[in-house]
């Protein structure tokens, strides 16, 4: 059985049982030849929600869910107590695999998992084969804004400047140098290095009138974020142009599925485009971790300082898991903003069309497919993709017109929300579509009413409540 990690995304009923679905009906078209696997990733969606505060998850009432089961373990302050939990639920299930499809900065957590799930079920049940996830340590350095940008500087791809900032202090510093040059055309903008979804669209730029500066700081310290040497923040070069996310599926070393969709701070609506710029971008960084120069493997850069033992190679190979990038398009060069290692929710553009279903599905299971595969599932002219929207988010935005939800570049589209395909909604198990809006958010709204936290908005993308100091 193939588990996958739930942690509060429902998307992940949609990237499991479309890989399943389509994979089984390939296989019984006898075009490829792995039809254990896609009958059991088919028949057995194990789905793990981290609390009790998700029990009521859409996903878990999806026809592809055998077993829902909950984790009470935080994945980011209990690590290793997430892992043990996991591990148990894999042995109880017997899984042969396991495809994680995090909370924001839950990846190491997830990693760890599956490292131990991977030792705990290899000697006593031979077919677990479909461990897709990085080495926790790899996780820790692509998450981090600051350790990812310098290993794209010493694996010689693009990367804006970013400066480590772990105290107020630091950052006057470097608001007085920045405001000393003469011409003042460098600007950064203020980042925290953890997930914060309360100041992540601030923007805050250097320099700036050592006023405003204090200012900011002390809005910092209100709000429970403040710049201090256990939670650093960094200062990045503000980029100019049009965004874009970039998602891609590695398996066996090399990328089995890319897609790029246009991008804004917060983005729920996803369309497949074309940018070279960015795929060679992609292309060339897997390349390079997976057989990194010999410059790499010895201790000169900063990055490699910081790296425990001189096995390089070993450590930044990317074999088997998910990554999705954000890139800001400068002039004739792409910069990638930040990394994540996860799982993307704009994959769900392949879940919109039967051929990107196939596509989809064989590149979670790491299968090559031809051009006479493809034709199979061809009905005259077709799309691989289609564009996505999330119903209730568009309901919120069009029709009642709160500003929490206005898109950041264009004006919607007010038919889009009846041409458009929702990420979560299938006629063939429609039930996590309406148990999110009807169960799963509600739930939530209800919870935070009874505990009195304030939030700022509803997220219909993942299907949580936005808490004013929330994950």
């Known amino acids: 059985m193939i588990a996958a990690c739930l942690y509060k995304l429902s998307f992940s009923s949609i990237l499991v049982k479309q890989a399943a679905k389509i994979c089984k009906s390939v296989l019984r078209e006898n075009v490829l030849t792995f039809e254990q696997t896609a009958e059991t990733f088919y028949s057995s969606g194990h789905y793990f929600n981290h609390s009790k505060k998700y029990a009521l998850n859409g996903a878990r009432f999806s026809r592809y869910c055998d077993v829902f089961e909950v984790v009470y373990s935080d994945p980011v302050t209990k690590s290793s107590e997430y892992a043990d939990e996991l591990v148990k639920i894999a042995e109880r299930n017997q899984v042969t695999g396991f495809l994680p499809v995090s909370r924001p900065a839950g990846s190491p957590a997830d990693a760890l998992a599956c490292e131990q799930i991977s030792q705990s079920l290899t000697s006593a049940l031979e077919h677990f084969n479909r461990p897709y996830h990085l080495s926790h340590q790899l996780c820790e350095i692509l998450d981090n804004k600051l350790t990812f940008c310098q290993l794209c500087t010493d694996l010689g791809v693009t990367a804006p ?12 510093n470097l608001n007085d140098e920045l405001l000393s040059h003469t011409d003042k055309s460098e600007e950064l903008i203020l ?17 700036a009138e050592p006023k405003s500066l204090d200012l900011y700081l002390e809005k910092l310290n209100e709000d429970g ?8 923040w960094v200062a990045q070069t503000k980029l100019r142009g049009p965004e874009f996310s970039a998602a891609c599926i ?3 070393g090399k990328v089995q599925l890319l897609t790029i969709s246009e991008s804004s701070a917060s983005q729920l609506r996803f369309e497949a485009v074309q940018n070279e710029k960015i795929s060679e971008w992609v292309y060339e960084f897997v390349e390079k971790c997976n057989n990194p120069g010999p410059d790499m493997l010895l201790p000169k850069t900063d990055f490699c300082k910081n790296i425990p033992g001189k096995n390089i190679k070993k450590l930044l190979a990317l ?8 890139f800001i398009e400068m002039g004739d060069k792409v910069y990638p ?26 590149a979670i299971l790491g299968i090559d497919l031809t051009a006479n595969d493809l034709e199979l599932f061809s009905t005259g002219k077709c799309h691989f993709t289609k564009r996505i929207m999330h119903f209730g988010d568009e309901v919120f935005k069009l029709i009642f017109g709160f500003t929490n939800y206005k898109p950041a570049s264009a004006d919607s589209d007010t038919f889009s929300i009846f041409l458009d395909h929702d990420a979560d909604f299938s006629v063939w198990d429609p039930l996590p579509f309406f148990a999110k809006l009807h169960l799963q958010l509600p739930s939530l709204l209800i919870q935070n009413l009874i ?21």
């Open 225 to 232: 974020n403040p710049i201090k040497p256990s939670e650093p």
């Open 161 to 172: 400047r970013t400066v480590l900032l772990d105290s107020e202090a630091t950052a006057r």
């Open 319 to 326: 074999k088997n898991c998910q990554l999705c990038f954000d």
């Open 250 to 252: 590695i398996r066996d």
């Open 337 to 362: 903003v930040e990394c994540n290692t996860r799982v993307h929710s704009q994959l769900s553009v392949f879940a919109s069309t039967d051929i990107g279903q196939v596509i989809l599905g064989a």
């Open 451 to 471: 505990e009195g936290k304030p939030w700022k908005k509803l997220d219909f993308c993942i299907g949580k409540v936005v808490e004013l100091h929330g994950e």
């Open 191 to 207: 980042k925290n290095l953890q997930y914060d979804c309360l100041h992540r669209l601030d923007l805050f730029t250097l320099p």
